[in-house]
């Protein structure tokens, strides 16, 4: 089969292309969606600061706690006419970070990154302009709550608009025209990739070919024209993204290609790494004699961002640790009079670099559970290709209950603070799983696995391999604090419906 170039008309009629790149019925790139989504973001932000700052007046001043000073400034016409002062400074700091630029916009975490940023600096000048005049005066303990409540309203509002943007995605709006440059292994993979338009924020209508027009591919894989035609494509279907699959194109196309449009405000030219598989856990660049190097970091998480996970991981497991010790022996006295046997389960599992180590857990299974799997031969051949059993006959009545509400990965926090887990990160697995990740697997030991991840506020036991292995990478490849803190309180939910769990 040959490659099959499209015109207009197939581009939004035909059905294999719609469901591979997963379109809708007709783009709607307008420039005034994003213009009216800016507009919102702004009205949201403005009414979020003042509702954070005054929600800090209220635990300021009128909860009257007693650790506050009872002799600071308390008028409530004094802090609104401050309120409307302070907010169009706020704004003006979160537009110079860019927090209303387009690239910036439904980031998820990253976007939350820079809104911590801007919240903080916006804090610093409001304290640095009440320093140097005297004339402003605020109490201390309503700028340190106010700086913490307007950025988690602000974050809040963001979070709930986000939502409503990436429903209209699937509806075609808030949508760049992309398509791929290349096709080979990688730009397929890519295409798979991108094809979730909620997340990627591309329609992306297709390949061009650096090939001979008589190159075999699957039909699904569909080619809008050659590299020869790229600038009257571009035109043509009002293209917004180019990526460049680099190991599918010659360094003098990629060459020819930035020569002409790497300038242009057109379109904007992205390009994969070549090493699709192995770029996760990100790069560092020095020059040798003023030649440029890359280097690929052995581990993903360096310096501070290695410095805060840890501060998040036992900032929480220890007091957590500390709270829950009665649920523990309440647990472990359970399953001691429910069946023989040890209370903890160490189950061998690989850590960062491969390093081996025991992953707690509490015993679930009855120890003769070898024995008991042999009577079911069905049982034994789902455990050996999904490495799970949805209805494991081996589990004893208090290990169901644990496995329902997780409460069975209770111990892992001491794997925590031994310094094998985090609180968040990748599934663990054992050596021999490690085969399912393929070409993966590299990267899925550059973290530390954790007791919870998108795999667990995805559906647990019920996602696939394949999709485990997708939102492992995703997580390993977009890490950041703020992905933490958010998988952790999307964790509760995720425990608490049971789905999965098993």
Do not use: C
């Not at 209770?410 to 968040?424: A, D, H, I, K, T």
């Amino acid at each position: 089969m040959r490659f099959s170039y499209l015109n207009d008309k197939e581009l939004t009629a035909d059905p294999i292309r719609e469901k591979t790149f997963a379109s809708t019925t007709g783009i709607r790139s307008r420039h005034w969606e994003w213009i009216l989504f800016g507009a919102m973001l702004l009205i949201s932000d403005g009414l979020n600061i003042a509702l954070g700052l005054r929600f800090a007046y209220l635990i300021r001043f009128e909860l009257t706690l007693p650790f506050f000073d009872p002799r600071a400034l308390t008028s409530i016409e004094y802090y609104e006419g401050l309120v409307i002062l302070i907010i169009p400074t706020w704004l003006a700091v979160f537009l110079l970070r860019g927090l209303y630029r387009r690239e910036n916009l439904l980031g998820g975490v990253r976007e939350y990154h820079l809104l911590f940023e801007a919240n903080t600096l916006a804090m610093i000048i409001v304290i640095a302009v009440g320093f140097f005049e005297p004339r402003i005066v605020f109490a201390r303990g309503w700028i340190l709550i106010a700086w913490f409540s307007a950025f988690f309203f602000t974050a809040l509002g963001r979070f709930l608009l986000r939502r409503v943007a990436y429903f209209l995605r699937t509806y075609g709006y808030f949508l760049s025209r992309a398509v791929i440059v290349g096709y080979n292994q990688e730009s397929a993979e890519m295409a798979e990739q991108l094809s979730d338009v909620r997340y990627s924020g591309l329609r992306l209508l297709g390949f061009i070919s650096n090939h001979d027009n008589s190159i075999e591919t699957e039909k699904k894989y569909r080619v809008l024209g050659d590299l020869k035609q790229l600038g009257d494509l571009i035109e043509k279907h009002r293209i917004d993204e180019v990526i460049l699959t680099s190991s599918a194109l010659s360094r003098e196309d990629l060459l020819d290609i930035f020569e002409k449009f790497g300038t242009s405000d057109k379109v904007k030219l992205r390009i994969s790494s070549g090493l699709y598989e192995i770029i996760t856990t990100g790069l560092s660049v020095r020059e040798f004699a003023w030649v440029p190097l890359v280097e690929v970091n052995k581990v993903r998480l360096t310096g501070s961002e290695q410095a805060l996970k840890m501060a998040l991981d036992y900032g929480l497991s220890i007091p957590l640790l500390i709270l829950i010790s009665p649920l523990l022996l309440f647990i472990a006295l359970a399953i001691k009079l429910d069946s023989p046997g040890p209370i903890i389960h160490r189950r061998r599992v690989l850590g960062v670099n491969g390093k081996e180590f025991d992953a707690f857990k509490f015993r679930t299974m009855v120890v003769n559970g070898d024995a008991i799997l042999e009577q079911y031969p069905d049982k034994k051949q789902e455990l050996a290709l999904h490495h799970k059993i949805k209805d494991d006959p081996r589990i004893t009545r208090i290990g169901r209950i644990l496995r329902k509400t997780s409460l069975d990965e209770l111990p892992q926090l001491f794997n925590v603070l031994r310094n094998e887990m985090s609180l968040v990160g990748p599934r663990m697995i054992t050596a021999p799983e490690l085969e399912e990740y393929k070409k993966w697997g590299i990267n899925l030991l550059t973290v530390k696995p954790g007791i919870t991840g998108k795999w667990q506020v995805s559906g647990r036991s019920d996602v696939s391999y394949q999709e485990r292995v997708r939102f492992d990478m995703y997580y390993i490849r977009n890490w950041n604090i703020w992905m933490d803190i958010q998988l952790l309180i999307q964790t509760i939910p995720a425990v608490l419906s049971k789905r999965g769990a098993y």
